[in-house]
T-cell receptor, first 113, second 116 residues
Framework: AQSVTQLGSHVSVSEGALVLLRCNYS??????LFWYVQYPNQGLQLLLK??????LVKGINGFEAEFKKSETSFHLTKPSAHMSDAAEYFC???????????FGKGTLLTVNP | DADVTQTPRNRITKTGKRIMLECSQT?????MYWYRQDPGLGLRLIYY???????NKGEISDGYSVSRQAQAKFSLSLESAIPNQTALYFC???????????????FGPGTRLTVL
């Protein structure tokens, strides 16, 4: 069975500071990994995904994530936080296109002025 | 107009009542999903459908049922609502192409359900 662990249910950063949201996964097969973002009162939207190929993936709004197989991690980063980045972020894992997503519990990002 | 719509957006009901949440999509996707979101628990899959005739239980299907009336419509029913079904419910859709490794899921805006 697959699972996702997001370390830290709440992360607070200052505007302009580095954003680092941590995600570790377990999977019996090479995983497909995703980060979704949920802005207040909205549904989830895809930030970025790793399926195969380059392990450093870039997403929307300046976010990127690196798949590290040896560490079973897929941490999300952004060099400089904006106020508009305040949202809840979910890491998810899948075994493939015919398999469902398993979501982590989410990390709420607060950006302070 | 939004590609994935959910009705109602908010609903308050009483224990024992039957409730139906509806999802419609204009994306032309075959695959549709129902999730439940609870604070601190993330999203959990209730049911999913890979096409009109293919409906599958997710990890928390007890107390719920679904109907896939057409490619574009996927309804979730609570036959007899109970307070611990109070949650935010999301519908999602995804496409499928043979040979494509993964297809993104697109989410609706959610339905906030309160069971008193």
């Amino acid at each position: 069975a697959q699972s996702v662990t997001q370390l830290g249910s709440h992360v607070s950063v200052s505007e302009g500071a580095l954003v680092l949201l941590r995600c570790n996964y377990s999977s019996s097969v090479p995983p497909y990994l995703f980060w979704y973002v949920q802005y207040p009162n909205q549904g989830l939207q895809l930030l970025l995904k790793y399926t195969t190929g380059a392990t450093l993936v870039k997403g929307i709004n300046g976010f990127e994530a690196e798949f590290k197989k040896s560490e079973t991690s897929f941490h999300l980063t952004k060099p400089s936080a904006h106020m508009s980045d305040a949202a809840e972020y979910f890491c998810a894992v899948s075994k493939g296109s015919n398999y469902k997503l398993t979501f982590g519990k989410g990390t709420l990002l607060t950006v302070n002025p | 107009d939004a590609d994935v719509t959910q009705t109602p957006r908010n609903r308050i009901t009483k224990t024992g009542k039957r409730i139906m949440l509806e999802c419609s999509q204009t994306k032309g996707h075959d695959r549709m999903y129902w999730y439940r979101q609870d604070p601190g628990l993330g999203l959990r899959l209730i049911y999913y459908s890979f096409d009109v005739k293919d409906i599958n239980k997710g990890e928390i299907s007890d107390g719920y049922s679904v109907s896939r009336q057409a490619q574009a419509k996927f309804s979730l029913s609570l036959e007899s609502a109970i307070p611990n079904q109070t949650a935010l419910y999301f519908c999602a859709t995804s496409d499928y192409e043979a040979g494509v490794v993964y297809n993104e899921q697109f989410f609706g805006p959610g339905t906030r359900l309160t069971v008193l």
